[in-house]
């Protein structure tokens, strides 16, 4: 039940990151302002990865930022890092211990470019490396696949990014998200029933696209890790790029479409999916036209900004990957082969 617990646990982790970050977080947003990058090169794997995928849509388009994802085998076995020039050089990584992702920030320090490490582990190897470091205050996490560090993750990447920007009615919205991950929580007997109707499923599609393209990555990652299912991630966009040949009647199609500018792009997707090919639908949402064509709805709160979607959607995410690791008969808390903390190199 540790895994189930964490889950839980994820409707405190912002009034936690708050009210032990937040003057820490507007030191770093005045240094940052000062430095005046041009871009971020961020690193991360994994889980981190995922939430690096967050920052790449939201420091974009609210501060207005350029994010390169780092490739951090460059930094390692080939010895030929990129000219980093005019950079803010950020390191994403739970434990703080994988180190290629150390690398990456040594190299900044070393071509003089300002660097933040995001961990849940402020005494690890890449906050002692970084010059400045964001504490996501998740507490221990003990379950092999993550999901409080996750949130927390893109918490706070939120916080940096609506304190970089100044703007009161953002950090309003964002104190709202321990309230509206508890109404999401109240789903649970919901998805546990629902869990069952996919007990055979070793092969599905998960869909999302813009800010939750991060939550389709994460979601289809809990899904392998967890359930051992063959799931692969997709923008709405790059699906109807060839991967939409592979649909037939009955294949598994995970969705996330929350309210917003992408929404109309996935419904249409989701409506085709549906009527024209079969496909069996999930689908975490807001929006009553997209619940509608799903076999298996989910419904989030009502009145989340687009931008905030990713810090409640992915919970039901989870929720759904953790009942249904039970309902096939694995083990949630201990995932086959793999660790809790992943050294790569």
């Given at each position: 039940?540790?895994?189930?617990?964490?889950?839980?646990?994820?409707?405190?982790?912002?009034?936690?990151?708050?009210?032990?970050?937040?003057?820490?977080?507007?030191?770093?947003?005045?240094?940052?302002?000062?430095?005046?990058?041009?871009?971020?090169?961020?690193?991360?794997?994994?889980?981190?990865?995922?939430?690096?995928?967050?920052?790449?849509?939201?420091?974009?388009?609210?501060?207005?930022?350029?994010?390169?994802?780092?490739?951090?085998?460059?930094?390692?076995?080939?010895?030929?890092?990129?000219?980093?020039?005019?950079?803010?050089?950020?390191?994403?990584?739970?434990?703080?211990?994988?180190?290629?992702?150390?690398?990456?920030?040594?190299?900044?320090?070393?071509?003089?470019?300002?660097?933040?490490?995001?961990?849940?582990?402020?005494?690890?190897?890449?906050?002692?490396?970084?010059?400045?470091?964001?504490?996501?205050?998740?507490?221990?996490?003990?379950?092999?696949?993550?999901?409080?560090?996750?949130?927390?993750?893109?918490?706070?990447?939120?916080?940096?990014?609506?304190?970089?920007?100044?703007?009161?009615?953002?950090?309003?919205?964002?104190?709202?998200?321990?309230?509206?991950?508890k109404q999401v929580l109240t789903l649970d007997d919901q998805i546990a029933r629902i869990a069952e109707r996919y007990r055979y499923m070793n092969q599905?599609?998960?869909?999302?696209?813009?800010?939750?393209?991060?939550?389709?990555?994460?979601?289809?990652?809990?899904?392998?890790?967890?359930?051992?299912?063959?799931?692969?991630?997709?923008?709405?966009?790059?699906?109807?790029?060839?991967?939409?040949?592979?649909?037939?009647?009955?294949?598994?199609?995970?969705?996330?479409?929350?309210?917003?500018?992408?929404?109309?792009?996935?419904?249409?997707?989701?409506?085709?999916?549906?009527?024209?090919?079969?496909?069996?639908?999930?689908?975490?949402?807001?929006?009553?036209?997209?619940?509608?064509?799903?076999?298996?709805?989910?419904?989030?709160?009502?009145?989340?900004?687009?931008?905030?979607?990713?810090?409640?959607?992915?919970?039901?995410?989870?929720?759904?990957?953790?009942?249904?690791?039970?309902?096939?008969?694995?083990?949630?808390?201990?995932?086959?082969?793999?660790?809790?903390?992943?050294?790569?190199?």
């Amino acid at each position: 039940m540790t895994l189930y617990k964490e889950i839980l646990e994820q409707k405190d982790l912002f009034n936690q990151l708050y009210s032990i970050q937040k003057d820490n977080i507007v030191e770093i947003a005045n240094v940052i302002k000062e430095y005046s990058p041009k871009f971020i090169f961020l690193a991360a794997r994994g889980t981190s990865d995922n939430a690096g995928r967050y920052a790449n849509y939201l420091w974009g388009s609210n501060n207005k930022l350029p994010v390169a994802l780092a490739t951090p085998s460059l930094f390692t076995f080939y010895e030929k890092p990129p000219r980093l020039e005019g950079s803010l050089v950020v390191g994403i990584s739970q434990s703080g211990q994988s180190p290629d992702i150390v690398k990456v920030l040594e190299e900044g320090r070393r071509q003089g470019q300002l660097t933040l490490a995001i961990t849940n582990s402020p005494d690890s190897p890449l906050a002692d490396i970084a010059e400045y470091t964001i504490d996501i205050c998740a507490g221990l996490e003990t379950a092999v696949a993550a999901t409080k560090t996750y949130t927390a993750e893109l918490m706070s990447i939120a916080l940096l990014s609506v304190i970089l920007k100044g703007e009161e009615e953002q950090l309003m919205n964002l104190k709202n998200i321990s309230t509206w991950i508890k109404q999401v929580l109240t789903l649970d007997d919901q998805i546990a029933r629902i869990a069952e109707r996919y007990r055979y499923m070793n092969q599905c599609v998960v869909i999302g696209r813009g800010y939750n393209y991060a939550t389709a990555f994460e979601w289809s990652l809990k899904l392998k890790e967890m359930t051992y299912t063959i799931a692969e991630p997709y923008s709405s966009a790059d699906f109807r790029h060839g991967p939409i040949a592979m649909i037939e009647r009955g294949f598994p199609i995970m969705a996330v479409a929350p309210n917003g500018y992408v929404f109309e792009d996935i419904r249409e997707l989701l409506y085709g999916l549906k009527n024209d090919l079969g496909a069996e639908l999930l689908v975490i949402s807001d929006h009553q036209a997209a619940l509608d064509l799903a076999q298996s709805p989910l419904a989030l709160p009502e009145g989340i900004p687009e931008w905030l979607t990713p810090l409640v959607a992915i919970i039901p995410a989870q929720l759904f990957a953790y009942y249904l690791t039970l309902v096939k008969g694995f083990d949630a808390d201990h995932p086959r082969t793999i660790q809790k903390v992943t050294e790569t190199h």
